[in-house]
């Protein structure tokens, strides 16, 4: 069984770059097929895809936060992080990490993490 937790502040100014990771167990994030996503749920707007990256290190991104999102990985120790900059208010969410392993789309979820854009 995958299990997922993000870690990372819960609060960050404006402007600054938003900086969560999270820690895989049960599966490596170099498996064939494994795609380790992040996603968030803002208040009112359901949730929203930013981006993957692979088993292979490819990655790609929402085209809406394309510009200010980055992802990368850590494979001696199972994790991957999200980097978003220049954050505003809009940018406060429950953000997610999410795994989809041999063609289960976002088949394991963590718990989530609250984060809150706020000077």
């Known amino acids: 069984q995958v299990q997922l937790r993000e870690s990372g502040p819960g609060l960050v100014k404006p402007s600054q770059t938003l900086s969560l990771t999270c820690t895989v167990s049960?599966?490596?994030?170099?498996?064939?097929?494994?795609?380790s996503n992040w996603i968030r749920q803002t208040p009112g707007k359901g949730l929203e895809w930013m981006g993957v990256?692979?088993?292979?290190?490819?990655?790609y991104f929402s085209p809406s936060l394309k510009s200010r999102t980055s992802i990368s990985r850590d494979t001696s120790k199972n994790q991957f992080s999200l980097q978003l900059s220049s954050v505003t208010p809009e940018d406060t969410a429950v953000y997610y990490c999410?795994?989809?392993?041999?063609?289960?789309?976002?088949?394991?979820w963590g718990q989530g993490t609250q984060v809150t854009v706020s000077s």
């Open positions: 049960g599966g490596s994030i170099t498996s064939s097929y494994y795609a």
């Open positions: 999410v795994a989809t392993v041999e063609g289960q789309l976002f088949a394991y």
């Open positions: 990256i692979r088993y292979d290190g490819n990655t």
